[in-house]
């Protein structure tokens, strides 16, 4: 079994920081290794422990998240970094991504997208650190477009559903021989058969999904779905 992934929060607000380690706390394969209020505060936790993950604020007392993710790059390259703020300016935004940021979350944020974030840094790291010496361009492209179709699934996806359902969903059709029905899909994932339902046809409109009516010698038609080719 996989090392857990050690997280550094980085966070002068004590209530949001206790929301992240919560949050943290609920996401498998995490564990928080610290929380720290400030950049200096961080950047002597990292001098001192390895973590593979550091959630940063912007607005801090002394030095701000940007400075802290640019000193970081300059002492540590291959931790990753993942900014949670508020701020909203597309010059911090830029500065940030530049500077090498995993990612970069807007408060407030519902659970669901650093979940889906943590989960995106989780896949490529694994990917990149289970021993081979190289990666091709193919798969490289498939973890990264991973990642922005989570994120956007996410910010999409209509009320009540989640993205890491929708995932489940897509996972069990693409591992089925046949087309699923809502009832099949329902029972294979321990839901109600109308959460499968809304999910299905969230795909179908999406047009990820395929609807085909299994015809009966009486009575009505079966809906069942399978991935579009």
Not at 80 to 100: E, P, Q
Not at 160 to 167: C, H, I, R, T, V
């Amino acid at each position: 079994m996989a090392e857990p992934i050690d997280v550094l929060i980085v966070e002068d607000d004590p209530m949001v920081a206790a929301v992240h380690r919560q949050f943290i706390a609920e996401i498998p394969g995490f564990v928080v290794a610290g929380v720290v209020s400030g950049g200096r505060e961080a950047l002597e936790f990292l001098s001192r422990h390895k973590v593979r993950l550091v959630i940063l604020d912007i607005f801090m007392p002394g030095m701000d998240g940007v400075t802290t993710l640019q000193k970081i790059r300059e002492t540590n390259g291959t931790v990753g970094v993942i900014v949670v703020s508020a701020s909203r300016d597309t010059n911090t935004v830029n500065a940030v991504l530049k500077a090498g940021a995993f990612d970069y979350i807007i408060k407030p944020f519902v659970f669901e997208r650093i979940q889906t974030s943590l989960r995106a840094f989780e896949q490529l790291e694994t990917r990149l650190n289970r021993g081979a010496a190289q990666i091709d361009q193919k798969e490289l492209d498939f973890l990264l477009q991973k990642q922005r179709d989570e994120q956007n699934a996410e910010e999409h996806l209509p009320k009540g559903l989640n993205p890491q359902m929708l995932e489940q969903v897509v996972a069990l059709l693409s591992r089925s021989p046949t087309p699923l029905s809502a009832i099949e899909t329902a029972r294979e994932l321990d839901v109600s058969r109308i959460t499968a339902r809304r999910y299905l046809e969230f795909l179908v409109a999406q047009k990820k999904c395929v609807l085909e009516l299994e015809y009966q010698k009486i009575g009505r038609p079966t809906n069942r779905y399978r991935l579009a080719r």
